[in-house]
């Protein structure tokens, strides 16, 4: 951990549980990517065993939230952090708390691939979910790093990104609505797609809430609820809001 980044501590000890607690997030986040990119895989490739697989990881995901909550409630407890060093115990219950979610979201994706498994296949073989899936995923690659580097240029960029992850949803949505309208016998196959394609537009809204949690950290400015250019504003050291 870079002491200059979180307050230039001289108890050693101190500063490797912060740099535990920051590796146990990484570790997750490794897990939740994992996750998210095996169920696209599974879905788009009917592949149950690796969706079954997909499912039953989510329980490591939820005890590893639980490990690093408990991690943060001690430290809190028994260093009572100040500053920089609050604001990174903070962003971290924050952050494992989207990563739980997102793992939530895969775990559905995967129980679609399931019952899509046993589905006759569309003719694009599902390369709109693909898609979508490949962008999202990359988008919890670079807010894992954003983290990882308390990086606020990268962390915009996902910011900016999951805007156009929500016009690709948006577009992909408007695709199966209509294939339902034209031929009903399509209603069960792309009701299962919209709730993966749903999951998939979710996670982009959890690695943009990352995103925000880097700027919280780094800034000391929280960003939630704000339009872009007001969150570019905050990177930039202005207030949020302010004109």
């Known amino acids: 951990m870079d002491k200059n980044k979180l307050g230039g501590h001289y108890l050693e000890k101190y500063n490797e549980e912060l740099e535990t607690l920051r590796n146990r997030v990484l570790a997750m986040g490794g897990l939740v990517e994992a996750q998210v990119t095996d169920a696209v895989n599974a879905l788009v490739s009917a592949d ?25 409630a001690e430290i809190l407890a028994r260093h009572q952090p100040a500053a920089s060093d609050l604001r990174f115990i903070i962003s971290i219950v924050k952050t494992i708390t989207d990563l739980e979610r997102i793992g939530d979201q895969a775990e559905k994706v995967a129980r679609m691939a399931v019952h899509l ?12 979910i693909q898609s979508l899936g490949e962008r999202v995923a990359r988008l919890v690659h670079e807010a894992l790093d954003a ?25 992909v949505m408007r695709q199966h609505i209509t294939y339902m309208m034209e031929d009903p016998r399509t209603i069960t ?55």
């Open 117 to 128: 498994a046993e589905k006759d296949r569309p003719k694009n073989q599902y390369a709109d």
């Open 189 to 243: 196959r792309a009701l299962d797609v919209i709730w993966a394609l749903r999951a998939l537009e979710r996670i982009g809204d959890h690695a943009r809430n990352m995103c925000e949690y880097v700027i919280y950290l780094v800034k000391g400015k929280d960003v939630r609820h704000v339009s872009l250019e007001e969150m570019e504003r905050a990177a930039r050291g202005e207030t949020p809001g302010a004109e």
């Open 48 to 72: 149950v065993r690796l969706a079954d697989q997909v499912i039953k990881n989510d329980a490591r995901v939820n005890s590893l939230e639980v490990i690093i909550d408990e991690q943060c």
């Open 147 to 171: 983290f990882a580097r308390m990086d606020v240029e990268v962390a915009l960029s996902v910011a900016r990104e999951d805007a156009n992850v929500d016009r690709e949803y948006e577009s």
